[in-house]
């Protein structure tokens, strides 16, 4: 007969613009706290389980990312419903077989409780493992952006490094980024809410303006 695992109880998941649900876990770093982070950007992410092909191929890619998130106040935290002992057995293997030291802490989520208050468990999917999410967190641990993979689905460093730029952008000059918005290109200047402001930033040089709704600039 088999075992059924019943999940935590959950009132309420996080959503974007939510503070992130506080926890205390077992990592590969030791005992860590959610507010261990606080004033620093967070990419919380899960995954399905250790020792699996994919998730080694994400492992490498969100280790060779590390240098640039950290430059960028950010940092990694990953999490799969594994043993503390099997992380560490799998990032020493990931060290030994492909040369890439595992920088980053992992939490042993046995119990399910962080993955059940960040509602990483699909259950149609699977009831025993995480799914592929992302969650991406600002230095006041409020939730910034979600993202969720299937199983079968490796993530994409390049779009996650993008994310946290464009995110970062838009705090610091009150802009927004448009459909496949890297660094160095234009960006989006709200709309006036007014009709003397509409007329004033079509004249606006510093402005590239298709109409009164869609201006972009350059940022210096």
């Avoid at 080694?56 to 935290?77: D, S, V």
Wanted: aromatic share 8%; charged share 25%.
């Amino acid at each position: 007969m088999t075992e059924q695992i019943t999940q935590p109880e959950v009132k309420s998941l996080p959503r974007i613009g939510s503070k992130a649900p506080q926890f205390e876990a077992v990592t590969t770093h030791g005992k860590l706290k959610l507010e261990d982070y606080k004033g620093s950007w967070l990419v919380l992410f899960s995954h399905p389980a250790d020792f699996t092909p994919v998730c080694t191929t994400e492992f490498i890619g969100f280790q060779n990312i590390y240098p640039q998130l950290r430059e960028m106040n950010t940092e990694l935290l990953g999490l799969s419903i594994d043993s503390v002992h099997s992380h560490i057995a799998w990032v020493r293997n990931i060290e030994q077989n492909w040369g890439v030291k595992i920088e980053f802490p992992v939490i042993a989520d046995l119990s399910m409780d962080v993955a059940g208050k960040f509602g990483m468990i699909m259950p149609e999917e699977s009831s025993t493992e995480a799914s592929r999410a992302v969650f991406v967190m600002d230095p006041e641990q409020v939730v910034r952006a979600i993202i969720y993979y299937p199983l079968s689905t490796g993530r994409n460093m390049d779009e996650i490094l993008r994310l946290i730029t464009a995110l970062q952008t838009t705090d610091e000059h009150g802009v927004a980024t448009p459909a496949d918005w890297k660094k160095g290109d234009r960006v989006i200047v709200p709309p006036s809410a007014t009709q003397e402001g509409a007329a004033e930033r079509m004249n606006d040089e510093s402005l590239e303006c298709k109409d009164f709704y869609f201006c972009t600039k350059e940022l210096k």
